[in-house]
């Protein structure tokens, strides 16, 4: 059973940053590819970033590409979600995902292990 739990969540101002760690209970965490997807009250959850089992290649979703740094320490079992010049906009609650798969995905459907969440409020 693979478990994840996000931490580092909070209400912040605007143009602050923010770190969201994921760790994951698994003895294989360098064979999952991990994701960080959000969902804003009232919308879908979305795409923000992915990272490939290794940590040499990332992805990222346009409306936070240059903000946000996905990356991973597999000696932790750990994800991470560096969040700069945060904007109301990415008030969500922020969810990571581990994926057994080889390809790095956007999409929600090839994640096989999630999170519970954890809540970011950007204040204006």
């Known amino acids: 059973q693979v478990q994840l739990v996000e931490s580092g969540g909070g209400l912040v101002q605007a143009g602050v940053s923010l770190r969201l760690s994921c760790a994951v209970s698994a003895r294989t965490f360098s064979s999952y590819n991990m994701g960080w997807f959000r969902q804003a009250p009232g919308k879908e959850r979305e795409f923000v970033a992915a990272?490939?089992?290794?940590?040499?290649?990332?992805d990222y979703a346009d409306s936070v590409k240059g903000r946000f740094t996905i990356s991973r320490d597999n000696a932790k079992n750990t994800v991470y979600l560096e969040m700069n010049s945060l904007k109301p906009e990415d008030t969500a609650v922020y969810y990571c995902?581990?994926?057994?798969?080889?390809?790095?995905?956007?999409?929600?459907?090839?994640?096989?292990?999630w999170g519970q969440g954890t809540q970011v409020t950007v204040s204006s």
């Open positions: 990272i490939n089992k290794s940590g040499g290649r990332t």
């Open positions: 995902a581990a994926d057994w798969g080889l390809l790095l995905s956007p999409y929600l459907q090839p994640y096989d292990y």
